[in-house]
């Protein structure tokens, strides 16, 4: 793996470029250079600390640039050969070399560290950490691509490592020119086989929370289910387990009999089954409609949850901490939100495994949120309701992302020639124009290229019943 260094003269604004094998520069870190201006570095920051004064000799340091190869154009300006899939970790503030020798064994503990060193500073320590993309398939080759990927890369380093640092980890802007100072380590960990981190091509930058990613991230694996009857017989089947072991427990109860010291049986066992309260709730009802209305159902279920959570008891949170925390709670519990952004539109469904499909949030559906949430007994007001649904607590939504993830892995076939030849045209070029038009609309969809825009759109011209409008249809996804 080649390393680029750069030295800049911040007078005449040049820069000279350099490439060197990993191995060659980790071995050049070990010994100091005769004029010694790391040394010298080291020795003067605490005095320069506090003031605008830099050091004198600091060009003379060049800037390692772990993440990238660069290369020069004819003009040249500094352009990306390959990327190397390598993200910088950096942590900061250390007390001297014990501390820093201890950042380094903990970070060599882990099989994707590429290497770990101390900072120009004598104070720090980088962490270089590997990437690559999952199945032999290499690294991005697009800058554009890099981009993306080095974004996401750097955010799932620093989830991994820093649980196992009693330091925290300096957040930086996740880009390609991420860089450090020539430094001088006598021991730096250097692992030229490390195991990479797996990661797929991302299609947007990292950003708010996602649908897809809020669901992947329910602790409850039975919310992971996807609705549908397959979720809906395994809830069956467990609750009906969770109503055996309530009649065991209440011999001598029979259909007729006063329903309240089932349900505290009932809501016990089907808590400690791990099913949802929604769920316990609709199969309840569906077994004991008639026996009990439906609110009291609800409201002994639910204190029976409250209960066996911890919740209820008197805390030191204020009245509207407490709101709060109970409408997050309700809101989770009872419904699945999302923002759909290409509809600009904010869509629900309830979890209870009958309302499969999302619709739209309406101001009915805000009223009815609002009522039912006052009837558990949270003093929440119709503003409350909207500013949570208004925020980013609701995930975003975007159907064509979430196509585009499903789709798979192309197999090679060409199937967008195929496509346009379903279109009866007499243009010999229609085929290949359409080819191009497709791809770039796909890459926008992408957010690959955000500085051109599509000028151009397929128009489909024909007779009344002549299938244009079916064509359309049949495209595209549900």
Sequence with gaps: MKITLIRQDSGSGKEALSICEAGTLFNKMKTETKPRHITALRNLIPMLEGTYSRYEHIDKLPYIYSAVEYTRTKEGERKMKQYNGLVQLEVKRLAGPSEMEYVKRQAALLPQTFAAFCGSSGRSVKIWVRF???????????????????????????????????????LQAPVLTQKCRMTLDESPYYNPDAVPFCLEQPLTMPGEETFRQRKQGEKNLLSRLQPGYESAKTFTKIYEAALNRAFQEMEDW??????????????????????????????TLIHYYREEDEQIIRSTIHNLYQECKGFGKKNSIGREQQTAFLLEEFMNRRYEFRYNTVLD????????????????????????????????????????????????????????????????????????????????????YWQELFYRWFLSMVAHWRGVDRQHGNSTSPLLVGPQGYRKSTFCRIILPP
Excluded at 255 to 264: N, T
Excluded at 389 to 412: A, I, K, M, Q, T
Aim: hydrophobic share 35%; net charge negative.
């Design 132 to 170: 690559a993309l999952p199945d032999d398939r290499g690294l991005p080759k697009k800058e554009a691509e890099a981009e993306l990927f080095h974004a996401h890369a750097y955010w799932l380093a620093v989830k991994c490592y820093q649980p196992m640092l009693p330091y925290d980890i300096n």
């Design 254 to 283: 029979k259909r007729g009999d006063d329903l309240q010291p089932l349900l505290v049986h009932l809501a016990e066992h089907c808590f400690k089954a791990g099913i949802p309260e929604e769920e316990a709730v609709r199969q």
């Design 345 to 428: 539109d904010l869509e629900y469904r309830q979890r209870d495994s009958i309302h499969f499909y999302f619709k739209p949030v309406d101001k009915r559906v805000r009223n009815s949120v609002s009522i039912c949430a006052l009837k558990e007994g949270i003093n929440a007001w119709d503003r409350d309701v909207d500013r949570f649904l208004n925020s980013e607590f609701v995930p975003l939504y975007n159907p064509v992302e979430e196509y585009l993830y499903d789709v798979g892995r192309w197999d090679g076939k060409d199937r967008i020639r195929a496509l346009a030849g379903l279109v009866p045209c007499t243009n010999p």
